[in-house]
């Protein structure tokens, strides 16, 4: 039975060479905490903690990656044989894929420290994140999510090595295991993946608790992943399991609905249902993340031509760019900077111009529909969606998130190290 299962497994990645797998919208931590009047304290306990792990040094601590607090789209996998499914943010800004194990939050002894935090704090207040994820002392981040089990997969094997990967926020921790995974839920097209190793988070941080999502699956190349882990679309590339060694990412509009369809993401293929003809394809500067060129920025009267390095990342649900020149672009289309929350803000119904960016020699103009959103505080005020964001001198300066990527689909071009832009196609 259990070569049986594995087998309608394998045959199932083999006819998997074009898969299209729906999104679900889901409502942003960032919003979630406003409007819970919790976002000014949580941001400065975030602050704290990563002034705290920049003090440190500790060879035991893993990639430091982005935060994913203000993620808004979600997409189903699943792992092992026969299938268990999980809910993931599909991210083009990371590299690993990582559930919680059935074990997650129930193992105090995982912890290296004397416990004296409970609660949210916790995640800023313990460098062990082991010390927020079990026991009645602690909080369990991992108590509303699925859980990997094991002992329930006959395609499953043991890896044994261990792994941590590092937000700003806290941290997932676990081992790694190696099994089927596919893309995309049951009942739903999927492409399977055979022997892909993946994290089994044992203790999870504080802000993963109540999130509607189990994991996170990394898209970006292997060069970057924690562990040099193979990332499952590189995986299914390497196997020869898509037709072509590309993905789209079709995003909708964000509105202000949640738990409704979210866009699609195309494995192995072009999007041609709701994306038009590609309009140019931009060169990678590596093969790292999903980063390239970008040679000006601008709205209205407003424009720079410094040229930045930028990445194209679906782990973002807005635009950060350096502080001088969000500024410049907040101020020409008449938004103000609102210092508890961290954002500029402006009137729902205000009229604005494009904000207008030049890769090569095409300029992608991003309206209104995009760069204006809810803020989730039940005022008539809504987020400019470029927020000042500093790499640090180290990186990239600028992330094309979610608003430019619903205005025009993205073509991740594994094989030829590019990105490719085309006029999504939305329905309203």
């Known amino acids: ?140 981040s991992c108590f509303y999510q699925a859980k990997f089990d094991a002992s329930k997969s006959l395609s499953y094997t043991k890896n044994g090595r261990n792994f941590i990967i590092e937000y700003g926020t806290g941290s997932a921790r676990g081992f790694l295991g190696q099994d089927t995974i596919t893309f995309g839920g049951i009942g739903e097209p999927q492409l399977a993946v055979p022997n892909t190793v993946f994290g089994q988070a044992t203790s999870l941080a504080a802000f993963f608790e109540g999130q509607p999502l189990d994991g996170i699956l990394g898209l970006a190349f292997q060069s970057i992943a924690v562990d040099q882990v193979t990332p499952p679309f590189i995986n299914a590339i390497n196997q020869g399991l898509v037709d072509l060694p590309l993905f789209t990412v079709f995003l909708e509009h964000e509105g202000d609905e949640n738990g409704v369809r979210g866009g699609v993401y195309t494995y192995g293929g072009v999007d041609t249902t709701n994306c038009g003809p590609v309009i140019a394809y931009q060169p990678l500067s590596s093969a790292t993340y999903y980063q390239f060129k970008m040679s000006a920025i601008g709205s209205g009267s407003y424009k720079s031509t410094k040229g930045w390095q930028v990445i194209s990342d679906t782990g973002t649900s ?29 009137p729902c119904a205000a009229t604005i111009g494009t904000v207008d960016i030049t890769i090569g020699s095409q300029v992608y103009n991003i309206d209104s529909s995009n760069t204006i959103i809810p803020l989730g505080d039940g005022s008539d005020n809504c987020i400019f969606a470029i927020f000042p964001f500093s790499s640090g001198g180290f990186g990239p300066s600028w992330i094309l998130g979610d608003p430019f990527i619903r205005q025009y689909c993205n073509i991740y071009d594994v094989g030829g190290q590019r990105v490719g832009f085309a006029k999504s196609l939305q329905s309203k």
């Not at 009047?37 to 060879?59: C, I, P, S, T």
């Not at 672009?329 to 500029?344: C, E, F, I, P, Q």
Request: glycine letters at 8%; aromatic letters at 10%.
């Open 1 to 140: 039975m259990r070569s049986l299962l594995v087998l309608l497994a394998l045959v199932a990645s083999i006819y998997a060479a074009v898969v299209q797998v729906p999104l679900v919208k889901i409502e942003p931590y960032r919003n979630r905490l406003i409007r819970e009047g919790r976002w000014v304290q949580y941001r400065k306990d975030r602050e704290l903690r990563r002034f705290m792990l920049n003090k440190q040094v500790d060879a035991s601590v893993g990639q430091y990656v982005n935060d994913y607090e203000d993620e808004a789209y979600v997409g189903n996998i699943t792992v092992g044989t026969p299938q268990q499914q999980f809910k993931v943010i599909l991210d083009t800004g990371s590299s690993n894929l990582w559930i919680p194990d059935i074990t997650c939050g129930t193992k105090p002894e995982n912890c290296s420290q004397e416990i004296t935090c409970q609660g949210i704090l916790c995640q800023f207040e313990c460098h062990d994140q082991a010390c927020c994820g079990a026991g009645p002392n602690y909080t369990d």
């Open 318 to 346: 807005l635009i950060g760019g350096p502080a001088a020149y969000v500024t410049g672009l907040a101020n020409a289309v008449g938004a103000t900077w609102r210092d508890d929350y961290g954002v500029y803000i402006l």
